[in-house]
């Protein structure tokens, strides 16, 4: 999930939730560094996931949601 384009990104916090709402993953000063894991590195499971992409020096705020589907 590459963020690049936005202007400075890398101020940006990435939210991850699970379809219950439960926040399962955080990752502050984006670094383009989303592989579909989370915080133990163990492989989010198929499914679908709400994000949150928040920049807090100026409060712009992305939403939506995210499916993780995984080939083997």
């Known amino acids: 999930w590459d963020a690049s384009i936005l202007p400075d990104y890398y101020k940006f916090t990435l939210y991850i939730y699970d379809r219950q709402g439960k926040l399962i ?3 502050p000063k984006y670094k383009n560094n ?3 894991l989370d915080t133990e590195d163990n ?3 198929n499914g679908i ?3 949150r992409f928040v920049n807090p020096d100026n409060d712009m705020e992305f939403k939506g949601y995210i499916q993780i589907i995984k080939y083997f």
């Open 43 to 45: 492989d989010l499971p």
């Open 49 to 51: 996931y709400f994000y």
């Open 34 to 36: 989303f592989y579909g």
């Open 25 to 27: 993953l955080d990752l």
